[in-house]
Nanobody, 116 residues
Framework: QVWLVESGGGLVLPGGSLTLSCAAS????????LAWFRQAPGKERELVAA????????YYEDSVKGRFAISADDARNTLYLQMNSLKPEDTALYYC?????????WGRGTQVTVSS
């Protein structure tokens, strides 16, 4: 039973923008600290952005600071990642999960490709 499902990825030109969504079903995301992770080919999966359980605190990996914004709409049961000024090095499979991540919650991810 899948709890978190990612969507919104695609092919975008350098400098472009995308908004990723992570829709939850069967269980509310409220009160959970959540995060976005990504894995590029040949690299380890890494934490990109995180949001605290009360939605008051956020964290960003250095390379995305000032370009990405994480948010959560508990009423819509959805986590978002707004990505601006995208770079080729942002190309990866993006996942949402709790923070720290739960092994049972990894979904299929959504592919983001930044290329001209």
């Amino acid at each position: 039973q899948v709890w978190l499902v990612e969507s919104g990825g695609g092919l975008v030109l350098p400098g472009g923008s995308l908004t990723l969504s992570c829709a939850a079903s069967q269980r509310s995301i409220a009160k959970y600290p959540l995060a976005w992770f990504r894995q590029a080919p040949g690299k380890e999966r890494e934490l990109v952005a995180a949001i605290s359980w009360d939605r008051r605190g956020t964290y960003y990996e250095d390379s995305v600071k000032g370009r990405f914004a994480i948010s959560a709409d508990d009423a819509r049961n959805t986590l978002y990642l707004q990505m601006n000024s995208l770079k080729p090095e942002d190309t990866a499979l993006y996942y949402c999960n709790t923070n720290p991540p739960g092994n049972a919650y990894w979904g299929r991810g959504t592919q983001v490709t930044v290329s001209s």
